[in-house]
């Protein structure tokens, strides 16, 4: 795939749906749903198409999975994940069109891309989606994201201190042998 981002249309329901919440409340989004996008669909493999705001559903939908991460990023932009697990049927096909989803079954936002497929479905192994949501268009705390459990903290920085713990530890023990080396001199 090249350089582009994966930007979500916010349908025009999810739209209104954002705009009529107020006094503290906010519209949830539960879940994504994947298809394999419009056409005729030959081999698991439909098409990739450009989004449309009046869109209240997926072209071809083969699966809707809860959100099982989610995690604010700033005003109205989220990161959230879901699994696609081998387990959904059919057994194998290309993920052309994502869909999020509002608790309310609305379909809020859309994404498809006519160029490029966003990920192939196996039998042989699930399926991680994690995608960063800016909807910076929508009004201030209009949208959260519920997770279907405990929310998983983003490795890169799990990783990145036990990286530094590595090197400080590795570091230490070259300043060691500098100095045994130093006293066998």
């Known amino acids: 795939m090249s350089d582009d981002m994966l930007v979500p249309t916010v349908t025009n329901g999810g739209l209104a749906a954002a705009c009529a919440v107020g006094n503290g409340l906010a519209v949830a989004l539960t879940t994504i749903g994947v298809g394999i996008g419009q056409g005729p669909i030959t081999s698991g493999m439909g ?7 009046t869109q209240t ?29 081998r387990s959904s049927t059919p057994a194998n096909y290309v993920i052309q069109e994502v869909g999020f989803y509002t608790d309310k079954g609305l379909l809020f936002a859309v994404w498809s ?42 490795t890169a920085g799990v990783l990145a201190r036990l990286l530094a713990v590595q090197a400080n530890a590795f570091a230490g ?13």
């Open 47 to 53: 098409a990739g198409y450009a989004t449309s705001g």
């Open 57 to 85: 559903a997926l072209f071809n939908e083969v699966c809707r999975v809860p959100i099982i991460s989610g995690a604010p990023l700033g005003e109205n932009a989220f990161q959230v994940e879901a699994i696609v697990p």
């Open 113 to 154: 891309s006519p160029q490029y497929p966003l990920a192939a479905k196996t039998a042989l192994s699930d399926v991680q989606l994690a995608f960063d949501l800016f909807l910076q268009q929508l009004p201030p705390g209009s949208i959260t994201v519920n997770v279907s459990g405990p929310s998983i903290p983003s």
């Open 173 to 185: 023990r070259l300043i060691e042998a500098k100095q045994r080396l130093a006293l066998i001199k």
